[in-house]
Every structure is written in C-alpha cells, then in structure tokens.
C-alpha cells in the first residue's frame, strides 16, 4: 500500500514563500507521474501542477504559472512544490497524488495523500 504524506504548510505573508513535500513509502514511485492540487474553503478541489516520471514534463494551473515549481527527487522517492509570491488566493489545504497516468482530474489519481495547510495573509 503506498502512502503519501505532505509536509510544509503553515502561515505565510502575502508575497513570501513556501517549499511543500511529499513523502512516498510503500512502493518506489519513480515510474509514477506527481502532482500537487488544493481546496480551498468552498471551493472544489482544483489541479495545481504536476511532473512526469522523467522529470521532463511538468504541467500548470494557469493560476499559479511562473510562481509555482515543481519538482521531484526519485532517489527519494519525493516530491515538491516550491511555492513563491504566495497570494492570500492560495490558502488551501494542498494535496499531493500519483498515478501511472497524468490527469487533471483528482479523481483519477491512484494514489493521494492527507494534505497540508497553506494559509496566506494578506
């Protein structure tokens, strides 16, 4: 059974920076594509980016485009989300997935975790 678990959110100011991670264990994820997506209060929960196996390929929400990077480390087995000019926009509890397959679609990812807080002052 493979799990996920985010770590790195807290309470930002508006303008700041946080670097979130995601932790695998229970399967090596090195042929998995990442992903991070977030709800915010009231709101459905949204694709934010995602990276291929290779680390090649990364994808966007326009929202969060020349802010947000994503990256991984297979040695780790990890995943990251540096996250940069944070808004109060942000604020959501992030979560992390993987899958065989890419997909902007939460709900098809195969494997997702518990989340973690980002909260934005503005």
Not at 32 to 51: H, L, S, T
């Amino acid at each position: 059974q493979v799990q996920l678990v985010e770590s790195g959110g807290g309470l930002v100011q508006a303008g700041g920076s946080l670097r979130l991670s995601c932790a695998a264990s229970g399967r090596t994820l090195s042929s998995y594509a990442m992903g991070w997506f977030r709800q915010a209060p009231g709101k459905e929960r949204e694709f934010v980016a995602a990276i291929r196996w290779s680390g090649g390929w990364t994808d966007y929400a326009d929202s969060v485009k020349g802010r947000f990077a994503i990256s991984r480390d297979n040695a780790k087995n990890a995943v990251y989300l540096q996250m940069n000019s944070l808004k109060p926009e942000d604020t959501a509890v992030y979560y992390c997935a993987a899958s065989w397959n890419y997909d902007r679609d939460y709900d098809r990812w195969r494997y997702r975790g518990q989340g973690t807080q980002v909260t934005v002052s503005a």
